[in-house]
């Protein structure tokens, strides 16, 4: 049974920095896609940022030149570093897996809460 665990959360001010973490417990493959969702109240769950096993990176507009993901394969974790955040960033953030040609194709993280804020 392969589970998705966030950590890195937390409270910080308007131009600030936090790095979020996710790891894959069990076994999944590496040629799963990874990355992060985000949902803020009463708005729909949008991507934030993904990976492929490959390296290729992929941004949402709103964060590109501010947010980072990396991955490492060997250990399945990928990590988001967040910086210069605005108060539009605050969100519970999902980090999500998929491959359509495997089943499950597709696992999702129980969510960490990013909360910007002076």
């Known amino acids: 049974q392969v589970q998705l665990v966030e950590s890195g959360g937390g409270l910080v001010q308007p131009g600030g920095s936090l790095r979020l973490s996710c790891v894959a417990s069990?076994?999944?493959?590496?040629?799963?896609?990874m990355g992060w969702y985000r949902q803020a109240p009463g708005k729909q769950r949008e991507l934030v940022a993904t990976v492929t096993s490959g390296g290729t990176t992929n941004y949402a507009d709103s964060v590109r030149g501010r947010f980072s993901i990396s991955r490492d394969n060997a250990k399945n974790t990928v990590d988001l570093q967040m910086n210069s955040l605005i108060l539009g960033d605050t969100a519970v953030y999902y980090c999500?897996?998929?491959?359509?040609?495997?089943?499950?194709?597709?696992?999702w993280g129980q969510g960490t809460q990013v909360t910007v804020s002076s």
């Open positions: 999500w897996a998929y491959n359509s040609f495997r089943r499950p194709s597709l696992y």
């Open positions: 069990g076994r999944i493959h590496s040629d799963y896609n």
